[in-house]
Structures are given as C-alpha cells and as structure tokens.
C-alpha cells in the first residue's frame, strides 16, 4: 500500500513487477487518471487521517514518501496506529 500515492507511479510500477501482489495507493486527491492500471492495482480516494479501511491482516507492506509533507498540522498519521490492516510481514 502506498499512502499518499500522488500520481499513483509507484503503485502502477510496483503492480507491473509483481504482478501475483494486490498493489494498493490511497490519496486524498483523485490525481491517478491519466495511468495504465495494471489489474492488480486500486486507487482509492481518501484521507488516511481517518482511518484506513483494509481487511485486518490484509496489508504486508506500506510505502509513503513525502505524504506528511502536505499533512495538515495535528494530522500526522502514523501507520502503526492502523496496526489491525498490518500483517505479520508488516509488523
Ligand atoms: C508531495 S505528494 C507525494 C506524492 C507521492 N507519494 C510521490 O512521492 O510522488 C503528497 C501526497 O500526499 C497526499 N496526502 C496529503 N495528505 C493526505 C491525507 N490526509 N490522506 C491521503 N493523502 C494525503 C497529497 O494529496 C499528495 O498527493
């Protein structure tokens, strides 16, 4: 899973190497439209502050580069708040 995902570039490259994984990116803003998606790729379109909406157990890896950049101030997210989607991997 990619938080923050932007354009979705990482989650599509990632997707195409591996394609026997479930590659997810997660993002407040719609900005993914203009990719190829791989069909083992989803986008969704959420604010991670919130929450994340995985099965428990359902995500082995997470990625984020530069998210909390643009993050508003008292909403740091911290994947390890979010520890029942982890899973063993993960952990
Ligand atoms: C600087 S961009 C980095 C995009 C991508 N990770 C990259 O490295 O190219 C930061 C991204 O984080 C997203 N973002 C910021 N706050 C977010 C939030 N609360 N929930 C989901 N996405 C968020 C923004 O919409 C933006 O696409």
């Not at 026997?20 to 990719?35: C, E, F, R």
């Not at 993050?71 to 993960?90: K, L, S, T």
């Amino acid at each position: 899973m990619d938080v923050g995902c932007g354009t979705g570039l990482w989650v599509q490259e990632v997707a195409i190497e591996y394609s026997k994984a479930t590659v997810s990116g997660v993002d407040l803003s719609p900005i993914q439209g203009t990719l190829q998606v791989p069909p083992n790729a989803e986008f969704y379109v959420a604010d991670v502050t919130e929450g994340l909406y995985f099965d428990d157990g359902s995500i082995d890896l997470v990625q984020s580069r530069c998210a909390n950049l643009s993050m508003a101030e008292r909403q740091d997210f911290d994947v390890r708040d979010h520890g029942n989607a982890m899973g063993p991997i993960c952990e």
